[in-house]
T-cell receptor, first 112, second 117 residues
Framework: GDSVTQMEGPVTLSEEAFLTINCTYTATGYPSLFWYVQYPGEGLQLLLKATKADDKGSNKGFEATYRKETTSFHLEKGSVQVSDSAVYFCALSDQSGYALNFGKGTSLLVTP | GAVVSQHPSRVICKSGTSVKIECRSLDFQATTMFWYRQFPKKSLMLMATSNEGSKATYEQGVEKDKFLINHASLTLSTLTVTSAHPEDSSFYIC?????????????FGPGTRLTVL
């Protein structure tokens, strides 16, 4: 079945450092790919998404490109801030667009 | 933006009792809501899909008689954990599917922490 694998955390970075969180997927067909963020005490929020190969999703300085050839959707940000500290989830949805399959989440801590 | 609330945010109950968790879409109507369970350091696991006015669709391995789901209106879905046991202790999260485009975006509630003693 469909699955998502993302790098284990926690990831600790200094403010203004470059961030990469790796995400790879296994799926039949052509899934949509998502990154969700969960700030402490809050619900998951959609950070960005891509619905087809070579699409780049971007939001709040974060970017991820849908790479079909490597089945990847790595999350990147050029300069992280303390306020980016959160748990990040990579997810895919099947072709119905409904069911979400999540990775295990990567905790990010950004220190001043 | 689209807001989904859950009530209660945390609940502690004795083994054998039943607990009801509410999920509400506050500023939009949702014909479809989802219930997830999140274990520590684990991903979210989809438990069931709840459709307004019809029976919920449960994922494989989820006991429908134990996790009762009711979606009686376009803004409310409830999950009742019946005869709760310590192994049911977990973080339960709901999401609601927006009716407006993009129609496949889910909006998540903040979650409910259930502890069964």
């Amino acid at each position: 079945g469909d699955s998502v694998t993302q790098m284990e955390g926690p990831v600790t970075l200094s403010e203004e450092a470059f961030l990469t969180i790796n995400c790879t997927y296994t799926a039949t067909g052509y899934p949509s790919l998502f990154w969700y963020v969960q700030y402490p005490g809050e619900g998951l929020q959609l950070l960005l998404k891509a619905t087809k190969a070579d699409d780049k999703g971007s939001n709040k300085g974060f970017e991820a490109t849908y790479r079909k050839e490597t089945t990847s959707f790595h999350l990147e940000k050029g300069s992280v801030q303390v306020s980016d500290s959160a748990v990040y989830f990579c997810a895919l949805s099947d072709q119905s667009g409904y069911a979400l399959n999540f990775g295990k989440g990567t905790s990010l801590l950004v220190t001043p | 933006g689209a807001v989904v609330s859950q009530h209660p945010s945390r609940v502690i109950c004795k083994s054998g009792t039943s607990v009801k968790i509410e999920c509400r879409s506050l500023d939009f109507q949702a014909t479809t809501m989802f219930w997830y369970r999140q274990f520590p350091k684990k991903s979210l696991m989809l438990m069931a899909t709840s459709n307004e006015g019809s029976k919920a669709t449960y994922e494989q391995g989820v006991e429908k008689d134990k996790f009762l789901i009711n979606h009686a209106s376009l803004t409310l879905s409830t999950l009742t954990v019946t005869s709760a046991h310590p192994e049911d202790s977990s973080f339960y999260i709901c999401s609601a599917l927006g009716l407006a485009e993009p129609s496949n975006e889910q909006f998540f509630g903040p979650g409910t922490r259930l502890t069964v003693l």
